[in-house]
């Protein structure tokens, strides 16, 4: 909690004993005492969640969706129409999938509530004048605690003591470059560039520091971003919104065409009005897929375990298919697209231009450059940049699981592994010529130099810095081991080299020295020595240019996003000229994009940033809030906004995005909280797998409505033949065998088709439109008017077949006994048997099921042998054969049924070869 009125402006403005004053502390921190007093006052530095729903509630939700209520309403429809086992069955449908999509959500939330690690858990405070460690979520304003590198900022915090201290805030600010902090005042540049504060949730590079914090817990800078992301709410997805209007739509088809056979049943066929209303409730419950619900969950549920294995952790079920459905992706560029560490890609010297770029070092101390194998000892200016660059920092990097921890800067840590991977021997260098004296790196005079003794001698100052001021106190240069005076000529290429890395978004770090003769009385020597006495009449050696990477796996991935339509905009606090150059050099925009800044964003109308964002852009030196404006007019724009993150400043376009992607590994609490999905390794293309299971899932429930509808055109005809034929012809098909195909035959099949794999080529075609719909025009003609009708001519050639053999048109049509309980049995057994084809063709919509493997759906199989063990337990079980009208079929019967899937099934493939055959050549 916030202990004064006080502006954080005033803290980093006041002096160390005023702020002290202020805060009513000391240097020796607070007493015990007075600290539990503040604790209970101003309560625990933590981030305070949203208030969130209670288990019950959560529970209940999977329960009163419009296709849970639709079912409620058919099963107790059923129930007092006289069909309890109708009614119970349609209810244990509701029961089973609210179970399972609860179970779903529950096991999600466990996986992310482990990685939620919010704040450290130890920090060194002083209590009682003397230093201890507590928990962090105990610290108060007032208290006062150190800092070293590696350890994580707990509070916002006012530096009274600082040594080569740097801070990484790239959190924040999303900036790679971490922040010198001291003493004096300085505002900086951009948001949070305060010299003297330091702010909770970011990490201390370099040096060491005292602290007194004046902000704990959503009063701290990371706290009030916090604050405005749980004032976002929600809104329903697309796909929640989609089964919204596809239930309607079902309900309005399901209610009218029971209805008209409801009527048409008392008019046409002078049916008893109880007897009329089982007929309609029977074609009501037809048309309404039972199976949509449990196919959702499981579609969902199998793209969240396939997403799990590939790195996406999924918080919410329904934010798999908003994924597929992702039309623009705001993506921060550091640890999002780059790696978040800096690297030497290239070192420059008068001499010698070596490009380090993918080459990388090899053994025996030798480095690959330009192609040819260079032995660094044999180049003497590689060797002095190597030695200076190694002596000169204040960074170690530890190797830990295979991989570098580094425990200070990325800008140094990228010279300490240059120096490892050239072999060169930092601790040998460290011991023979160790430090005496240290001028720390300051922005004023942007350099940072070091004092070592070289021999018995020679003192060695080694100084790295900016160029730009650096070069001004050189007065020699060394080439090829040689040192002379530097010329203009010299500078002016040593300059044009500099600016050439520049405009290429590179950073350039230049490597100096100088030897001082070493006097008898060493100590006064180096009391003498001052930062302007010593850096100057230096000796350049060359320039470290480095950069923060991209991702390896980057290109791929946005390649990938290029190919699905899929429009990748940068978003980051870093520089214009590092934002473009590495989004041009991705592959992410191309060299035209216009790169737009925090403050050219916040002079523009909401009309021009919405013409903006429709063209090639990139957004760079952006604070929090203008994040939130980005995705805000996206989604004005129509778009569906996938915002990556993780950092804190991430946090509220995470949660005003469709889908907020956060990184799991450098990711903040907040960042993570805010968002629908994590990825547990920080990996780009994580995302492009998640879309392509969105994509897939999407598909899926595509295929499922195919199938599934399909069936209701054979259910349906042959009560239109009852109804027209005003009774004459014989119902073909009961009520309970409607519902034997709805609950019983095409249920585990439909499931099958809900873990379907991607389809090939599902990530060249573009993203749906918001305007499409589930149940679109292909799915309807496919199922309704091919299929539909299909399996109508064929299950009502079965009925007549079944009459002709026993004498019609001779004889009057089976109205009753076993020549009728066989005709119905043959009908359903036809539609049962041709939806094994359905199934097995609604696997792919253009591949060949041959190619994809037609085995490879194994769940498709269990459905398929499932219903054909149920076919053939109702027709020879005395109980079932009286409940659903059913009786043993002849041989010849089984013969003409197991024919049935092979025509329809061939010639579906050969519809698909032809479509595959006119894409390839248009």
Same mark, same amino acid.
């Given at each position: 909690m916030k202990a004064t009125e006080n502006s954080r402006a005033t803290y980093a403005q006041s002096q160390p004993d005023a702020v002290l004053d202020q805060l009513h502390t000391t240097k020796a921190g607070l007493s015990q005492t007075e600290a539990t007093k503040r604790l209970a006052q101003y309560g625990q530095n933590s981030i305070t969640k949203a208030a969130e729903s209670s288990q019950l509630k959560v529970f209940l939700k999977n329960f009163i969706s419009l296709m849970a209520i639709l079912l409620w309403v058919s099963g107790a429809i059923a129930i007092l129409g006289g069909t309890l086992e109708l009614g119970i069955a349609i209810w244990l449908v509701n029961v089973i999938n609210g179970c399972f999509s609860f179970w779903q959500e529950h096991q999600a939330k466990k996986a992310t509530d482990s990685l939620m690690a919010m704040l450290p858990t130890y920090t060194q405070v002083y209590r009682d004048g003397k230093r201890q460690q507590i928990n962090a979520v105990d610290l108060v304003p007032g208290d006062v605690f150190t800092l070293q590198a590696g350890n994580a900022v707990p509070v916002d915090a006012r530096l009274l003591e600082a040594t080569s201290m740097q801070v990484d805030q790239s959190a924040l600010t999303g900036e790679s470059v971490p922040e010198s902090k001291y003493i004096r005042y300085d505002a900086g540049e951009g948001e949070f560039a305060e010299s003297n504060l330091v702010y909770a949730g970011t990490t201390v590079g370099a040096g060491t520091g005292l602290a007194v914090c004046y902000a704990t817990g959503m009063h701290t800078e990371f706290g009030k971003i916090a604050s405005l992301t749980q004032q976002q709410t929600k809104v329903l997805s697309p796909l929640q919104k989609e089964l919204d209007r596809l239930t309607k739509q079902i309900s309005m088809i399901a209610i009218a065409i029971g209805l008209a056979f409801f009527v048409a049943a008392i008019f046409f066929v002078h049916y008893p009005i109880a007897k009329s209303f089982i007929f309609a409730l029977g074609m009501i419950v037809a048309f309404i897929p039972e199976g949509l619900l449990p196919t959702v969950t499981l579609s969902l549920a199998h793209g969240v375990q396939r997403m799990a294995k590939k790195h996406a952790l999924v918080k919410d079920l329904n934010s798999v298919e908003t994924l597929g459905e992702t039309t623009v992706i705001c993506s921060d560029k550091t640890g999002t697209l780059t790696q978040n560490q800096m690297t030497v890609n290239h070192i420059w010297t008068l001499a010698h231009h070596y490009d380090v770029t993918g080459q990388g070092y090899v053994n025996n101390g030798e480095i690959q450059l330009d192609g040819q194998t260079v032995d660094y000892q044999k180049d003497p200016d590689l060797d002095k940049l190597l030695r200076v660059a190694a002596l000169n920092n204040d960074t170690t990097v530890q190797m830990a699981d295979g991989k570098p921890k580094i425990l200070g800067t990325p800008t140094e840590a990228a010279l300490v592994i240059m120096a490892q991977k050239a072999k060169f021997d930092i601790d040998h260098a460290e011991k023979a010529t160790p430090r005496l004296k240290e001028f720390p790196f300051d922005s004023d005079r942007k350099r940072m130099g070091t004092v070592h003794q070289h021999d018995d001698h020679t003192?060695?100052?080694?100084?790295?810095?900016?160029?730009?001021?650096?070069?001004?106190?050189?007065?020699?240069?060394?080439?090829?081991?040689?040192?002379?005076?530097?010329?203009?000529?010299?500078?002016?290429?040593? #300059?044009?080299?500099?600016?050439?890395?520049?405009?290429?978004?590179?950073?350039?770090?230049?490597?100096?020295?100088?030897?001082?003769?070493?006097?008898?009385?060493?100590?006064?020597? *180096?009391?003498?020595?001052?930062?302007?006495?010593?850096?100057?009449?230096?000796?350049?050696?060359?320039?470290?240019?480095?950069?923060?990477?991209?991702?390896?796996? !980057?290109?791929?991935?946005?390649?990938?996003?290029?190919? &699905?339509?899929?429009?990748?905009?940068?978003?980051?606090?870093?520089?214009?000229?590092? &934002?473009?150059?590495?989004?041009?050099?991705?592959?992410?925009?191309?060299?035209?994009?216009?790169?737009?800044?925090?403050?050219?964003?916040?002079?523009?109308?909401?009309?021009? *940033?919405?013409?903006?964002?429709?063209?090639?852009? !990139? @957004?760079?030196?952006?604070?929090?809030?203008?994040?939130?404006?980005?995705?805000?007019?996206?989604?004005?724009?129509?778009?569906?906004?996938?915002?990556?993150?993780?950092?804190?400043?991430?946090?509220?376009?995470?949660?005003?995005?469709?889908?907020?992607?956060?990184?799991?590994?450098?990711?903040?609490?907040?960042?993570?909280?805010?968002?629908?999905?994590?990825?547990?390794?920080?990996?780009?293309?994580?995302?492009?797998?998640?879309?392509?299971?969105?994509?897939?899932?999407?598909?899926?429930?595509?295929?499922?409505?195919?199938?599934?509808?399909?069936?209701?055109?054979?259910?349906?005809?042959?009560?239109?033949?009852?109804?027209?034929?005003?009774?004459?012809?014989?119902?073909?098909?009961?009520?309970?065998?409607?519902?034997?195909?709805?609950?019983?035959?095409?249920?585990?099949?439909?499931?099958?088709?809900?873990?379907?794999?991607?389809?090939?080529? !599902?990530?060249?075609?573009?993203?749906?439109?918001?305007?499409?719909?589930?149940? #679109?025009?292909?799915?309807?003609?496919?199922?309704?008017?091919?299929?539909?009708?299909?399996?109508?001519? !064929?299950?009502? @050639?079965?009925?007549?077949?079944?009459?002709?053999?026993?004498?019609?048109?001779?004889?009057?049509?089976?109205?009753?006994?076993?020549?009728? &309980?066989?005709?119905?049995?043959?009908?359903?057994?036809?539609?049962? @048997?041709?939806?094994?084809?359905?199934?097995?063709?609604?696997?792919?919509?253009?591949?060949?099921?041959?190619?994809?493997?037609?085995?490879?759906?194994?769940?498709?199989?269990?459905?398929?042998?499932?219903?054909?063990?149920?076919?053939?337990?109702?027709?020879?079980?005395? @109980?079932?054969?009286?409940?659903?009208?059913?009786?043993?079929?002849?041989?010849?019967?089984?013969?003409?049924?197991?024919?049935?899937?092979?025509?329809?099934?061939?010639?579906?493939?050969?519809?698909?070869?032809?479509?595959?055959?006119?894409?390839?050549?248009?």
């Open positions: 003192l060695s100052a080694c100084v790295k810095g900016s160029l730009s001021d650096l070069l001004p106190q050189c007065t020699t240069v060394q080439v090829n081991g040689v040192v002379r005076p530097i010329t203009d000529d010299d500078r002016e290429k040593i #300059n044009a080299a500099n600016t050439k890395y520049a405009a290429m978004g590179l950073r350039s770090l230049a490597i100096a020295y100088r030897e001082i003769p070493l006097q008898k009385d060493l100590q006064s020597q *180096l009391d003498a020595l001052t930062i302007e006495n010593t850096e100057n009449q230096l000796t350049f050696v060359g320039l470290t240019v480095m950069a923060d990477p991209p991702r390896p796996e !980057i290109f791929d991935a946005v390649a990938k996003c290029h190919a &699905a339509n899929i429009k990748i905009i940068m978003v980051t606090g870093d520089s214009t000229l590092t &934002a473009k150059s590495i989004a041009v050099k991705i592959g992410l925009t191309s060299d035209k994009a216009r790169v737009v800044t925090g403050t050219e964003l916040d002079a523009m109308s909401e009309p021009e *940033l919405q013409e903006a964002l429709r063209g090639e852009i !990139i @957004f760079a030196r952006v604070a929090p809030e203008q994040k939130y404006k980005i995705v805000s007019t996206l989604q004005e724009n129509g778009e569906i906004v996938a915002s990556t993150g993780d950092g804190v400043n991430d946090a509220p376009a995470l949660k005003k995005a469709d889908i907020g992607v956060a990184m799991g590994v450098t990711g903040t609490d907040v960042a993570k909280d805010a968002a629908d999905m994590i990825l547990t390794d920080d990996n780009f293309a994580s995302i492009v797998a998640a879309i392509e299971e969105g994509r897939t899932v999407y598909a899926n429930l595509q295929k499922f409505l195919t199938y599934i509808l399909t069936s209701n055109v054979p259910e349906a005809i042959p009560s239109v033949l009852f109804l027209f034929s005003r009774g004459l012809i014989p119902l073909p098909m009961t009520v309970m065998q409607i519902l034997t195909v709805d609950l019983g035959t095409d249920m585990l099949p439909a499931l099958g088709l809900g873990a379907e794999q991607a389809e090939p080529g !599902i990530m060249n075609q573009p993203p749906r439109k918001r305007t499409a719909h589930l149940m #679109n025009k292909h799915v309807v003609m496919k199922a309704f008017a091919w299929y539909g009708l299909l399996a109508s001519a !064929i299950s009502t @050639f079965a009925y007549f077949f079944v009459n002709w053999q026993n004498g019609w048109p001779q004889v009057a049509l089976f109205s009753n006994g076993n020549g009728y &309980a066989r005709a119905t049995t043959m009908v359903l057994g036809a539609i049962v @048997f041709f939806q094994i084809a359905n199934a097995l063709n609604c696997r792919t919509q253009f591949a060949s099921v041959i190619k994809a493997g037609i085995f490879s759906n194994k769940r498709i199989w269990y459905g398929i042998i499932f219903e054909v063990l149920l076919l053939i337990v109702l027709t020879v079980v005395p @109980f079932f054969q009286g409940l659903f009208n059913t009786t043993v079929l002849q041989a010849s019967d089984w013969i003409f049924l197991a024919i049935i899937p092979i025509p329809v099934f061939l010639i579906e493939e050969a519809r698909k070869a032809w479509t595959r055959h006119n894409m390839a050549a248009k």
